[in-house]
Structures are given as structure tokens and as C-alpha cells.
């Protein structure tokens, strides 16, 4: 559990990674994930419970725990002083690695910043500095890596160059935990998810599970307002944009019936199948309304 | 399976990078400064201020002081400065990701913050000797180099501790400027206390920064306001005092983890 003031930011997380795994964490902001992670770093403390990176708490034995774990932070922090080769030498340094040069080279060249290895920090792109930040985590070689909203600002294509690194690694047995708002990475990319909200765990299953589990339809509707019995179904609504969950075909002719009834137009109207951002979307609904039920 | 050594070799290296990459600011300037002090001062007072019943020129008494002056500021000012800017930019991070322990983080900040006070101490004296060049010959250097060894892990101490309470550059700056600079003005650099009122004497007894110049002095001249050995028993207690102060801050995470 971990309190920040009257804030509750965390709160009975209890959860395994297993070895190997490609986990995924995702919540919206403020879910806890943030913080979550902080205390796996030790960057947090919590106020009570307890962390354990490969069995090592990461409080009592947090030199075991943190060689045991590379963390890209959110924030695009660097420090001014030093060019990219410097920064990465360093970071091992402080992990007590020395002559680890060759192993800078394949961060690099599989970082695409080889061109860049004696540039000043200051002189990256948002994206050339995001990606110095993997190489920091992964500079001591850590066997759990962590990469929180690894590739926000970084572009399509570097991107991918970077999923497929991150990939390669969890081939070669690291274990991966990523929080990330692109679910279609997390879908891509994890084999089991865990979904936070408001610092609790609302949803834990393997990819597949989430999906099967949360199969159905989705219609994706734009109309000047919505049926008044519909209103339950709507997972998001920016707009006159509605999107609505269907358990089955029937349930398009009669939300048709209901538009048709009410005499709503319809300017689109768009069927899809369930993906991960409607399984985040139905459980995130779901928890929100738990949330704020008020016992008989 | 990787072996890992020590790791705060390393951060010494990093502190040492940082203020060398800057020279010019961090070497050059203070020297400087420390240079226009001794022209102006010793022109000014040399035939108006007697030190220790006349047996030591004002110019040549300066000198001691405005070394340790030196020592002490640019000490404080390395791991304070190095800290406040690691906290503000947010790359504090990728020291505080490491196993490095407490006491590795002391060690490295407190040892950069001594290396650079003392270099820019060397290049004051050097410097300075060209003006006063008898004082190569100083009677009893272990003293002034206990001394300067013992002011600058102070102050490196006070810049650290400094460095983790402050939030924003303005609270530092006025650690600096209401705290260091005034006790360090007021410790004896640019005069005896002996040719202070009674008053000021004794509360001047009361300032650590005092024994600090004063035992560094008794290297220079082998004459002192108060014996040399009092002085370094003051410093070391104080030195001890910090180090034990920062090193609970360090281990308690105060305002370094959240």
C-alpha cells in the first residue's frame, strides 16, 4: 500500500511476474501504475507490504534487487554534461561495470544511436534521448526490465526498431514488465496483462483470456444523441461519437429499432470486433461503476 | 553471470567530469575573484592592519585565508550545486535506480566537493605566491593540509545536505548567501581576532569556520589566534557531526525518495 497524503495511490496489489514473461500494466492515469513501479525501483516506499525483484526485497536487499532490474523512467531526463557513450558508461559505472564498451556498441547500434554515441545529450531529438534511456536501463544487463511509457514521442518506424530489441530480449529470457498508452502494443507485445485502477488490480489474465473473456461487439456510432436505454452500453462518448457494446448481432436491430423509434439520424454507423482497448474500456467502465455504487 | 564492483568510483568520476567540463566557472573564477581580494585588501590595509604583533605582513596573512575561503566555498558550492541540479532536471533518477548504498553517495559527493575546493584552493596559492612568495616555504604543511582536508569535507558535507533539503536554486542560494558566505566572512579571512572588541571576539569562538582558517594559518606561520590542536579537535567534531547528519538523511531517502 503506498499513501500520498490524503491520496490513496496504491492500495492491495498483489501480484506475480513470472520469469520470462512479457507482462503488461494498464490503467489510466493515476491508476497506480506510475507509483507502482517506483516502488519496485525504490524510488517509493510503501507504507506497508513488500516487493520482491527475483526474490530479493527491494527494500532489505535492494543492491541484489536493483542489479537485478533496469528501469526506463517515464520523465525524458539526461544529464546536459555528457555525450551518449559517456551517459551509458556511467550509468554502468555506478553498477560497478567497467570496460563495457563492446557491449555500449550493440546497445547502440540495436538503439540506432551509433551516429550519435559522441553527441551531447543535449543535442537528441525527444526521441534519440527516450531511447538512451533503454540503454541506461539495460546497461548492467538486468534480468527484469521495466519501461514505463517506453516509447511515448518516439515515431512509427523507431518504434518498431525498438519493440523488436525489447522483443529479442524477452526471447533471450529477460523478463519484461511495459505500462504503455498504445494497447495495441500491449496487445502485441504481452503475454499477460494487469489492469489497475484507482491503485487496485481490476482485471490480471493472460492476453488471450482478456480477449476471449471479453469478446463481443462494439458499434461505433455517430448520431445527434442517444436512445435513453442505450446509455448503459456506451463505453466512451466524445462528441455525438458513441461507442456502444453489443453482446451479439441481435442487439443491432434493436438499437436500430430504439434510433428508429426515437427518430435519431444516423450519420455512421461502424461494427468492430473486440480488441484490447474495448476489454480496457468495458473493465475501466466496470470499475468506475463499482466504484461509485451506493450499497442498498 | 556479470560481476559487479564498486560503484561509487564511478559517481566521484561523474562529480569530477562535471566541474571540469566547466573549468573556466567552476577553476578559473574563483581564482580569480581570490586574486582581486588579495590586490585590493593588501593595497589598501597592508600599512593600516598589524597581525600578530606586526610579525606577519597583512599581504602574507591574507593569503592563508583566502585560500581556505576558497576551499570552503567552492567545496560547498560543488555538491550543492550538483545535487539541487540533479533533483530539479529529474536525472537524480539514475543514481537513485543503482544499488550504490548511503555511504557510496556520500563518499562520492563529499570527495568531488573536497577535490574541487582544493584545486581551486592550489590555484589561489599558486597564483598568490607570486605576490607572496615566502609562503612556499610554510613551517608545518601536514597542519594546512589536515586542515584544508577537513574544512573542505565539511563544507562538502553542508553543500550535500543542503543539496538534498532544497527544492529550488533560490533556497540554495539563500543557504549560500545568508549561511556560508557570512560565516566564512566573518571567520578571520581578512583580519585576527585579536583586533576585534571583546564582543565580537568571543562570539567568533562560537563560528567553526573560524577554527578552520585559523588552523589552516598556523601552517603558513606556525602562529595561530587559538592552539592548533583545540582547532582540530572543533573541526573533526563538527566533521563527524555532518557526516553522521548526512548519512541519516541519505539512508532515510529525505526528500530523494518519495
Known amino acids: 500500500m503506498?499513501?500520498?497524503?490524503?491520496?490513496?495511490?496504491?492500495?492491495?496489489?498483489?501480484?506475480?511476474?513470472?520469469?520470462?514473461?512479457?507482462?503488461?500494466?494498464?490503467?489510466?492515469?493515476?491508476?497506480?501504475?506510475?507509483?507502482?513501479?517506483?516502488?519496485?525501483?525504490?524510488?517509493?516506499r510503501p507504507d506497508s507490504g513488500s516487493a520482491r525483484i527475483l526474490g530479493h526485497d527491494v527494500i532489505t536487499d535492494y543492491r541484489a534487487a536493483r542489479r537485478a532490474l533496469g528501469v526506463v523512467p517515464q520523465e525524458l531526463v539526461f544529464d546536459p554534461f555528457f555525450s551518449v557513450r559517456e551517459t551509458l558508461r556511467i550509468q554502468a559505472g555506478y553498477f560497478g561495470l567497467r570496460r563495457v564498451d563492446d557491449w555500449i556498441d550493440e546497445i547502440l547500434a540495436h538503439l540506432d544511436l551509433t551516429s550519435k554515441a559522441d553527441a551531447n545529450m543535449r543535442s537528441l531529438s525527444g526521441g534519440m534521448k527516450r531511447r538512451v534511456l533503454v540503454g541506461q536501463a539495460l546497461v548492467h544487463k538486468p534480468p527484469v526490465i521495466v519501461l514505463d511509457e517506453p516509447t511515448a514521442g518516439v515515431d512509427v518506424e523507431l518504434r518498431q526498431s525498438l519493440w523488436g530489441f525489447i522483443r529479442k530480449l524477452n526471447r533471450d529470457g529477460h523478463t519484461i514488465i511495459l505500462t504503455t498508452h498504445y494497447l495495441e502494443e500491449a496487445e502485441a507485445l504481452c503475454g499477460r496483462i494487469a489492469m489497475l485502477s484507482a491503485g487496485r488490480v481490476v482485471a490480471l489474465d493472460t492476453t488471450r483470456n482478456l480477449l476471449s473473456q471479453f469478446a463481443g461487439l462494439t458499434v461505433r456510432l455517430v448520431a445527434e444523441r442517444l436512445p435513453a436505454t442505450w446509455q448503459a452500453r456506451v463505453l466512451r462518448a466524445e462528441g455525438g461519437v458513441y461507442l456502444l457494446r453489443l453482446d451479439d448481432y441481435a442487439d443491432l436491430e434493436a438499437l436500430l429499432a430504439a434510433l428508429?423509434?426515437?427518430?435519431?439520424?444516423?450519420?455512421?454507423?461502424?461494427?468492430?470486433?473486440?480488441?484490447?482497448?474495448?476489454?480496457?474500456?468495458r473493465i475501466m467502465s466496470g470499475a468506475r461503476a463499482s466504484a461509485t455504487a451506493v450499497p442498498a | 553471470?556479470?560481476?559487479?564492483?564498486?560503484?561509487?568510483?564511478?559517481?566521484?568520476?561523474?562529480?569530477?567530469?562535471?566541474?571540469?567540463?566547466?573549468?573556466?566557472?567552476?577553476?578559473?573564477?574563483?581564482?580569480?575573484?581570490a586574486l582581486l581580494y588579495l590586490l585590493i585588501f593588501s593595497h589598501v590595509l597592508e600599512s593600516h592592519v598589524s597581525v600578530y604583533d606586526g610579525k606577519v605582513p597583512y599581504g602574507a596573512f591574507l593569503v592563508p585565508g583566502l585560500v581556505m575561503m576558497s576551499v570552503l566555498q567552492n567545496s560547498f558550492a560543488n555538491s550543492s550545486s550538483s545535487l539541487i541540479q540533479s533533483k530539479i532536471t529529474g536525472n537524480l533518477i539514475f543514481v537513485l535506480l543503482t544499488p550504490l548504498s548511503p555511504a557510496d553517495l556520500f563518499i562520492a559527493y563529499v570527495m568531488g566537493a573536497m577535490i574541487r575546493g582544493i584545486a581551486v584552493g592550489l590555484g589561489v596559492l599558486a597564483v598568490t605566491l607570486f605576490f607572496v612568495p615566502s609562503l612556499l616555504y610554510l613551517p608545518h604543511p601536514l597542519w594546512a593540509l589536515g586542515f584544508a582536508l577537513l574544512g573542505s569535507a565539511i563544507l562538502g558535507t553542508l553543500g550535500l545536505i543542503a543539496g538534498i533539503w532544497a527544492d529550488k536554486f533560490d533556497q540554495l542560494a539563500t543557504f549560500q548567501n545568508f549561511f556560508i558566505v557570512p560565516l566564512t566572512f566573518l571567520s578571520g579571512v581578512f583580519y585576527s581576532i585579536h583586533s576585534l572588541p571583546r564582543f565580537w571576539q568571543q562570539l567568533s569562538h562560537f563560528n567553526p569556520f573560524f577554527y578552520m582558517i585559523d588552523g589552516f594559518r598556523y601552517g603558513f606561520f606556525g602562529l595561530s589566534d587559538v592552539a592548533p590542536s583545540t582547532s582540530l579537535g572543533i573541526v573533526s567534531l563538527c566533521a563527524v557531526s555532518l557526516a553522521l547528519i548526512a548519512l541519516g538523511l541519505l539512508r532515510g531517502g529525505w526528500k530523494l525518495r518519495a
Open chain 1, 2 to 44: 503506498r499513501r500520498f497524503g490524503a491520496v490513496q495511490a496504491l492500495a492491495g496489489v498483489d501480484l506475480t511476474v513470472h520469469e520470462g514473461e512479457f507482462f503488461g500494466l494498464l490503467g489510466p492515469n493515476g491508476a497506480g501504475k506510475t507509483t507502482l513501479i517506483s516502488i519496485l525501483a525504490g524510488l517509493t
Open chain 1, 260 to 281: 428508429r423509434t426515437e427518430r435519431i439520424a444516423i450519420t455512421e454507423l461502424a461494427l468492430q470486433e473486440a480488441d484490447l482497448e474495448q476489454v480496457f474500456l
Open chain 2, 1 to 33: 553471470m556479470t560481476s559487479f564492483g564498486a560503484g561509487w568510483p564511478t559517481l566521484l568520476h561523474k562529480e569530477l567530469l562535471r566541474f571540469w567540463k566547466v573549468a573556466f566557472q567552476t577553476i578559473l573564477a574563483p581564482v580569480l575573484t
